[in-house]
């Protein structure tokens, strides 16, 4: 079975701190893994993926993500955090042999960053 | 331009009654999900669907019913037997193969409430 991690529920972080959101997974197998921003009211929007390759994904807005097979990791940063990061942020994966099954999402994590 | 209309975008339903909500693509995608989005649950798939006339329950499925009549629409309706239907929906679509496979395209979301 896959399965997301998101350890917290709420991230605080001061505008142009670093900021970073964790996200572990468990597959079968390699991963796909992705990660999704939602804004009030909205639908989720992509923001980067994983899938093969290098395991520092650049994605948009300036974010990137770790991947990292040994943790089962694929956490979530950006060097310089800014108010409009604000928003609930989702981790999704699905395995590389798994066929056409859906993407299996965390729970979210909003982040709060503070002016 | 392309994407995913969800319609409506704020849906009201009595108590015993049931409602359908809209979502069509014109993405040429193969396959399109129903997720349920709950405060502090994440998303949940209700239904999927990888081709027409053919469609497979999630994880939530009981209390709901869809269609996939044609590739661009994957109608979902909410029955009286789902008993607490008030959430945000999401549909989203991808292709199964090409590019573009590896991550879903979100609508704007169907925000039901029960009165």
């Known amino acids: 079975a896959q399965s997301v991690a998101q350890p917290e529920d709420q991230v605080n972080v001061a505008e142009g701190n670093p900021l970073t959101v964790k996200c572990t997974y468990s597959?079968?197998?390699?991963?796909?893994l992705f990660w999704y921003v939602q804004y009030p009211n909205r639908g989720l929007q992509f923001l980067l993926k994983?899938?093969?390759?290098?395991?520092l994904v650049k994605g948009s807005y300036g974010f990137e993500a770790e991947f990292n097979k040994s943790q089962t990791s694929f956490h979530l940063k950006k060097p310089s955090a800014l108010v409009s990061d604000s928003a609930l942020y989702f981790c999704?994966?699905?395995?590389?042999?798994?066929?056409?099954?859906?993407?299996?999402f965390g729970k979210g994590t909003r982040l709060s960053v503070i002016a | 331009d392309g994407g995913i209309t969800q319609s409506p975008k704020y849906l009201f339903r009595k108590e015993g009654q049931n409602v359908t909500l809209s979502c069509e693509q014109n993405?040429?995608?193969?396959?399109m999900y129903w997720y349920r989005q709950d405060p502090g649950q994440g998303l949940r798939l209700i239904y999927y669907?990888?081709?027409?006339?053919?469609?497979q329950k999630g994880d939530i499925a009981e209390g709901y019913s869809v269609s996939r009549e044609k590739k661009e629409s994957f109608p979902l309706t909410v029955t009286s037997a789902q008993k607490n239907p008030t959430a945000f929906y999401l549909c989203?679509?991808?292709?199964?193969?090409?590019?573009?496979?590896?991550?879903?395209?979100f609508g704007s979301g169907t925000r039901l409430t029960v009165v």
């Open positions: 989203a679509s991808t292709p199964l193969t090409g590019p573009g496979y590896y991550g879903y395209t």
């Open positions: 993405l040429n995608h193969d396959a």
């Open positions: 669907s990888q081709i027409v006339n053919d469609f």
């Open positions: 999704a994966v699905r395995a590389l042999n798994s066929g056409n099954t859906p993407l299996v």
């Open positions: 597959v079968s197998g390699n991963p796909y």
């Open positions: 994983y899938i093969t390759g290098d395991n």
